[in-house]
């Protein structure tokens, strides 16, 4: 069951489905390939943590995963998903469950896989180092441990400031939530206009960002809580100590609130 204090990432995965269309699916594709730096991930068996939409387990089904098992915690979240199962005749490589990466009594009941995915998910748990450590441990010698994880930043509008934003906007009426999803469109509008950049291309052209959506991305940045944050370097120590045999293949660094992006792998 949903707590009600949390944001229900599930319900805005759902409005995800209606625009969900072939470059979306074949932008993700290319992002869980690109990073990973693989061709494709044929003979190996994919763990989705914190599915969502079920868009990453879907790709990873369409580029050959052996075997695919999704989680989520939200029960939206896992019905969005097993929409996508359907749409490819309920394969029986890929197996979807609700439960949390937090939940023992869940998770102790799973394999360790070769890519073990999760992005922006594990700082929304409340407990993020425990769930990346739980996650990491899925991870089998000589697999990939794919994560984002929010940038923390200092400052006035830092990463604490954010964090105020978020729990004011799931407190707020749906009218005050819909303002403040205005102002964050005009924000990124600014922004894009001070930069020389043109908005609508921006705004058109999302789908290239793993396949995302705009309007979904505004809701889900505004009501992403629980919210916590990490830099780089408090990530690559915090497993490099917890897992001596991981080493880190990749970072794709933020300047900003987004997420840090790691691509860890377990030594044989």
């Not at 407990?127 to 441990?137: T, Y």
Request: net charge positive; hydrophobic share 40%; glycine share 6%.
């Amino acid at each position: 069951m949903i707590n009600k204090k949390k944001f229900s990432f599930g319900k805005n995965w759902q409005s995800f489905l209606r625009v969900l269309d072939k470059d979306r699916i074949e932008n993700a594709k290319l992002s869980l390939l690109e990073f990973l730096d693989l061709k494709d991930i044929q003979n190996k068996s994919f763990l989705d943590i914190g599915c969502g939409s079920g868009l990453f387990s879907y790709a990873a089904f369409i580029i050959g995963a052996r075997k695919i098992v999704s989680f989520d915690v939200d029960h939206y979240s896992v019905t969005s998903s097993k929409y996508l199962h359907k749409q490819v005749k309920y394969p029986s490589n890929w197996e979807i469950f609700e439960g949390s990466i937090l939940d023992r009594n869940f998770y102790s009941k799973l394999e360790k896989f070769d890519v073990v995915y999760s992005w922006g998910v594990l700082h929304h748990t409340g407990q993020m180092w425990r769930a990346i450590k739980n996650a990491a441990g899925f991870v089998r010698k000589g697999g990939y441990f794919y994560i984002a994880i929010y940038n923390k930043v200092n400052g006035f509008i830092g990463s604490n400031f954010w964090l105020k934003v978020k729990k004011l906007y799931n407190s707020s009426p749906k009218i005050l939530k819909t303002l403040f999803e205005i102002e964050l469109t005009l924000n990124f509008i600014t922004s894009k206009i001070i930069r020389f950049k043109n908005p609508l291309k921006e705004i058109i052209t999302y789908k290239k960002r793993r396949g995302m959506n705009f309007r979904v991305d505004v809701r889900d940045s505004l009501g992403g809580y629980p919210y916590e944050f990490a830099t780089v370097e408090e990530i690559v120590k915090f497993l490099k100590l917890t897992f001596p045999d991981f080493k880190i293949l990749k970072v794709k660094q933020t300047n900003g609130l987004g997420n840090n992006w790691f691509l860890f792998k377990r030594d044989n």
